[in-house]
């Protein structure tokens, strides 16, 4: 059981916050946040900087008062959005980084706020009730460094990963871990190829109808006009009806074009948020089981050190083994406690995510389906 | 194919084109069924190579385009016909090459069949009748450059040695440049699709490629209902994959098809407009050697040598009935090519119609054939707890 460190506790409900949209300012971009009140008696507007999202996230690692925050999944912090960034910057961010004004990439930045004001420790931290409320930005002073900095700095350069487990229970999880991370991460970028073709194809058509448009000359708008109204009779010239057809043809590609559009759309926006968020969830939950090992490495080397200690140091040796078994114990606890909420968030996630990409797709599909079939109609019906 | 109502008879005649044998060369065997009595019988097959449509459309070129007839083209020999670009890897052996080549024989086949002037050619019976043809000679030029090259070799050498015509009927002016305008679009439309075939194709491959991903993590993944979830939409992806691919294939054969065909067709209608150009040349030239036949005489006369006399006389009698003919030649060349080229453009009107209607058929189907799959996952979907 974790020591509930009560720094305090939020004023906003978690499900009400919202990053409503990124403003540009110069080469920088401000979001828009919005949360409600628990009180109920109104709502905080507060802009926020990719920075005050880092210091966020800085205030969150240092927590070091709380026992065993290393074993806290965090809940993942997108990438900072960089504008007029060279394509392979904008790869990195991949879905985020798609979609009209940034739209993507807030509400990854909402799911992250979301994520963290309803995680039981990590919503009681200060700073994220300062974040949320302050008109004032929050300070940009460097956060002092906590021990899982400095912890995560000194194993930098060591090959832990690999390292065998003493619990088969964390074994098992980060092998299956690893697996899950390369695979979500794969989709992604699988499906992030799909979408970008999507693209391709609605502009080929939009370039295809108009090209068709064009096709039909100025002195000809009229005669099809005229023979639409069916005050031309069809005898003789049948360029009227191919000039119609003309039209007629482009409005059909035309269709084809919105079709690609609302397709990539909903890919973007249900499914593609997901497969990113699960990607970027897997990788946090990697990291966390990673500063576990490391841990263990720690107290394996502080074992070994007490038992082969001098007379003289043993006592002292003892103490740090003590300390580190404790530290291993608590952090473990917590990770186990993560790692079954993870498990099923995870799966929440990505039921939701594919829910509504279905229903979106069927909808699409069937309003597709419907302007297909008038469009064969109006076809069937030329020159009649 | 049901020849539509003309204001002439009413027949059958019901062309195909199946598969070729490979036998030594391609052969295609043409099944036909008709009530047209001109033919010995009601069915039959025969098997023709390649070389034996350029042959036949050879044949039919030298007999009536100069007459102003717009005699369809022949397919290209090779793949690269229209544009420089390739959709994809394709090499001759395919079998989308082949299929496409199929096609394109059909339609060439049926639209020489559906002009009521060439059906009545022997030559057109005898490539529907005969047993075994004897292989067409001098299809080089076809087989070589290719029918639209041979084409526009044909107008640049016309355009250098006439001189500009005075062109009394501003009919043709206008219907000479309509064509050549259309000519511009059409290439212009078939760049378009082709490049929207390429990037389906794409679309196919990259569905593909996602729908593997997804197995993975479906496999990989601990809770039953998503796992299993997961491997349904790697199903609904590997059909979307194939969906994706059939509809390219639509995209190609109803539309890059059509507009090959008719850019071809355009050549075969600017074709007969060189030949009514040529006509008038040659009535020109006429009328230039009659004068100076004329001018002769006149000399003769003044230079009193009575014995030239009677040649120069004869002379101008063989030119003044060649005047006269080649006059009449233009004005019935004039004439054909008027009434071909409202033919074709009522052709043209209907084929495009009945493409469009094709392919919007097969959107549709693709479009419901979507739906179901997305009605049978969304249960899934749900299902996941």
Known sequence: MMEEAREG??????????????VRDGDALTFIVISQKLSGSGEYHVARTHEDFQWLQQCLFSQ???????????????????????????????????????????????????????????????????????????GRQRVRKGIFNRLSQAMEGMRKEGHKDVDDFFQTERDNNLTLTGCSKSATERFIDVVLTEQKLAVACGHFSTALHLCVEQEEDSAVLAFSNGSVPMIKNYRPLHALICVKLSEVIDSIKRNFESVAENNLSTLGLGLDLESRCQEAEKEMLYRRTCKLVELETASRNAERAKPVKKAAMDELKVAAEKEFDHVSGVAKQEIARFHSTHVELLRQALILWCEKQLETARDTSFRYSQHLQAFKGLGE | MQLEEEVEDKFELNISITNPEKVGEFHYISPFSTTLPMFRSKTFTVRRRFSDFLGLYEKLSDKHTPNGYIVPPPPEKSIMGMTKVKVGKEDNSSAEFVERRRAALERYLQRVVFHPSLLQDPD?????????????????????AGFLKMINRATDSLSKMTIKMNESDV?????LQEVEAEDQQLRK???????????????????GGFAKSVAMLGSSEDNTALSRALSQLAEVEDKMEQLHQEQAASDSFCFAELL??????????????????????????????????????AKLLWAN?????????????????????????????????????????????????????????SLLQSQQQLIKYWEAFLPEAKAIA
């Open chain 1, 64 to 138: 070091e008062v709380v026992p065993g925050i290393l074993g806290v999944i965090f809940p993942p912090l997108p990438a900072k959005p960089q504008l007029n960034a060279p394509a392979k910057v904008l790869k990195q961010l991949g879905f985020l980084a798609m979609g009209e004004d940034w739209r993507m990439y807030c509400m990854a930045l909402e799911t992250y706020l979301q994520q963290v004001a309803a995680h039981t420790t990590l919503s009681k931290n200060k700073c994220l009730e300062n974040f949320l409320t302050s008109s004032e930005p929050p």
């Open chain 2, 171 to 175: 009919w043709f002016e206008e219907k």
């Open chain 2, 189 to 207: 439309l078939h760049i378009m699709v082709d490049s929207l075939v390429g990037h389906r194709k794409e679309l196919s491959v990259n569905t």
């Open chain 2, 124 to 144: 057109v019976r005898e490539f529907l009748e005969r047993d075994d043809m004897p292989r067409a000679h001098n299809t080089q030029a076809l087989s070589g």
């Open chain 2, 260 to 297: 090959a065909d008719y850019i071809r067709l355009l050549g075969s209608v600017r074709a007969s407009f060189d030949q009514r150009m040529k006509t008038w040349q040659r009535w020109q030239d006429a009328q230039n050697m009659l004068q100076k036949k004329r001018e002769t005489e």
């Open chain 1, 9 to 22: 506790s939020l004023s906003v409900s978690a499900q009400t916050i919202r990053v409503t949209e990124a």
């Open chain 2, 305 to 361: 040598k009575p014995d030239k006399l009677q040649q120069a006389k004869d002379d101008i009698t063989e030119w003044e009935a060649k005047v006269t003919q080649y006059e009449r030649d233009f004005d019935r060349v004039s004439a054909t090519v008027r009434k071909e080229v409202l033919r074709f453009e009522k052709e043209k009107a209907c084929d495009f119609k009945k493409q469009i209607i094709k392919y919007l058929e």
